[in-house]
């Protein structure tokens, strides 16, 4: 499962807005996986004052591999999957994890319905 960056932020931080089943799924998981485009979002929030976290963000990675979330590269099969992408969705970000989980054959843990547009499987309610 690939963790949309609201969804990880939310599991790493235990925000309610996080739902029960969802936070079990993913605690239940065989594997879970962030994307690094998730990290690049989460930086350029911090830095043009978009994004507060409860934590500094150089605690991350260790909160990640605290839980066992591994990071996901990304890889030339994936961006020739988002080259392909038609523009339902324009967030470049959400974008590149549309792709990741159609490359790695992953569901998508987001409550964000625009990517149902796509062939992915999205995993929230």
């Not at 605690?27 to 994004?51: C, G, P, Y």
């Not at 990304?74 to 974008?95: K, V």
């Not at 549309?98 to 843990?109: E, G, P, R, S, W």
């Amino acid at each position: 499962m690939l963790l949309d960056t609201h969804a990880l932020l939310w599991f790493v931080m235990d925000d309610a807005r996080l739902k029960t089943n969802v936070k079990s799924r993913i605690e239940n998981a065989d594997m879970v996986t962030a994307s690094i485009a998730s990290l690049w979002e989460i930086a350029i929030k911090l830095s043009i004052q978009k994004l507060t976290l409860n934590f500094a963000f150089t605690e991350l990675s260790d909160f990640l591999a605290q839980l066992d979330i591994r990071m996901l590269s990304i890889s030339f099969a994936d961006l020739e999957h988002y080259a392909s992408l038609p523009l339902h969705h324009r967030d470049p970000f959400d974008r590149m994890l549309i792709a990741q989980a159609m490359t790695n054959n992953l569901i998508l843990v987001s409550a964000d319905t625009a990517f149902d547009a796509y062939p992915v499987q999205r995993l929230w309610a």
